[in-house]
């Protein structure tokens, strides 16, 4: 049972579920409060032990419209028994061949990338999506699988607005470096300029769209996380030549510092946003003179940024 609003009790109240009439019933009044609902769980219980070769889904796997055959397509395998017919039936099915083999071994690779990086199912779509035009551009033999695919989840986590930096993505893919993996990316953005137009186009990142990740990737506070997006806010007022992720990083070490309870050491700084101590050290000596105008007073009083280190030091 689970406690459910009753319209007759005014009050949250404690329902039976009647499986047989698909009926929801307050267990105080009897009133009725929904009916005919639908049962979605499983028809069937299935044990590993004792299941044996019996498989109770009536159902193929899910329809894929970037395949030849949306993945409908009949797959021929050997019998339990083994027998000549099953056996030869195989072999013929294999002798045809699987156009889509290589781009499902790509669409895996990229599922499996994307699961490690825990991106939505958006992005590893819209990653499946790149990959398929250039796969029917004829673009993609005798390339690097790895470094195009580690490109087109770069591309669509910048299209949906949920950037990664190149080295994340390079920390998960172990056949392509860094450099591989930039130049397939240019190399993808030229293919499919002209095909997809506007589309291609990744937008600016902006210090703003990697805060989230790294303040959790940190366990700072949400009082500390709001600080950081407002100084972040405040800094695009200013002339800061650096990268998005150098700013965001320095002022994430800027505020940490603040806090007398929860400082973090510089190279955890760096291990969590990726980007090297010195470069953090070099754009946060850009923000400091500036840390009087960004810093929210309400976090921090004029008095306690004295605190902040110096950038010479």
């Not at 699987?98 to 781009?103: E, G, L, N, V, W």
């Not at 700084?269 to 946060?284: D, H, L, Q």
């Amino acid at each position: 049972m689970s406690d459910t609003y009753c319209t007759d009790c005014k009050r949250n109240t404690e329902v039976v579920f009647d499986h047989s009439a698909g009926d929801t019933v307050c267990s105080e009044c009897g009133l009725v409060l929904e009916s005919r609902s639908i049962d979605e769980t499983s028809e069937w219980r299935t044990f590993a032990d004792d299941s044996g070769d019996h498989d109770p889904n009536r159902v193929g796997g899910p329809v894929n419209p970037l395949l030849s055959d949306a993945a409908l397509s009949t797959v021929i395998s050997r019998g339990g028994n083994g027998s000549a017919g099953d056996a030869s039936l195989a072999r013929l099915q294999n002798r045809g061949g699987d156009p889509d083999r290589a781009i499902v071994l790509a669409f895996k690779t990229i599922s499996n990338m994307a699961d490690r990086l825990s991106l939505v199912t958006t992005i590893k779509d819209r990653a499946s999506e790149i990959y398929k035009r250039l796969e029917d551009q004829k673009c993609t033999r005798g390339r690097n699988l790895e470094a195009l695919v580690a490109a087109c989840i770069y591309i669509a986590c910048r299209q949906e607005g949920k950037p990664r930096t190149v080295k994340e993505i390079c920390s998960i893919v172990a056949g392509a470096t860094k450099k591989e993996i930039g130049r397939a990316k240019e190399f993808i953005v030229k293919q499919l300029k002209v095909e997809m137009g506007e589309s291609m186009e990744m937008g600016t990142i902006h210090a703003g769209d990697y805060l989230r990740r790294f303040c959790s990737n940190l366990g700072m506070s949400n009082e500390e996380v709001k600080a950081v997006q407002e100084t972040v806010q405040k800094s695009g007022d200013f002339d800061i030549r650096r990268s998005p992720i150098s700013i965001a990083a320095a002022i994430i070490f800027m505020i940490t510092q603040l806090s007398a309870d929860s400082k973090k050491p510089l190279r955890d700084i760096s291990i969590a946003t990726t980007v090297a101590e010195g470069t953090i050290k070099n754009a946060y000596k850009d923000l400091y003179p500036h840390a009087a105008k960004i810093i929210p007073e309400w976090y921090a009083k004029e008095r306690d940024l004295k605190n902040l280190s110096s950038p010479k030091a």
